[in-house]
Nanobody, 125 residues
Framework: QLQLVESGGGLVQPGGSLRLSCAAA????????MGWFRQAPGKEREGVSCASRGGGNTSYADSVKGRFTISRDNVKNTVYLQMNSLKPEDTAIYYC??????????????????WGQGTQVTVSS
């Protein structure tokens, strides 16, 4: 059974950093495109960043480019999201998601059938 478990969320001051982790179990992660998504209160879920199966191709939402970095370790079956220079508008529940293969390209939430439970990130002074 495919499982995704996020960790690393918390409360951080503006300008601070957090590193989210997503531990994958029950499937061969190297065969899956992995993504991070977020949902803030009252807002729709949005794609934050996605990484191809080998990690060589990545995509980012414009709002996080230059601040966030996605990476993956297919041996440890873990995907990470390094978040720097955090802003209050980054406050949301962050979800890890997986979809088999590489098609279609992109980071659209409806293309991902498998989801973790999410981890809360709060950026506030």
């Amino acid at each position: 059974q495919l499982q995704l478990v996020e960790s690393g969320g918390g409360l951080v001051q503006p300008g601070g950093s957090l590193r989210l982790s997503c531990a994958a179990a029950g499937f061969t992660m190297r065969l899956y495109t992995m993504g991070w998504f977020r949902q803030a209160p009252g807002k729709e879920r949005e794609g934050v960043s996605c990484a191809s199966r080998g990690g060589g191709n990545t995509s980012y939402a414009d709002s996080v480019k230059g601040r966030f970095t996605i990476s993956r370790d297919n041996v440890k079956n873990t995907v990470y999201l390094q978040m720097n220079s955090l802003k209050p508008e980054d406050t949301a529940i962050y979800y890890c998601a997986a979809r088999v293969g590489s098609k279609p390209p992109g980071c659209i939430d409806t293309d991902f059938p498998s989801w973790g439970q999410g981890t809360q990130v709060t950026v506030s002074s």
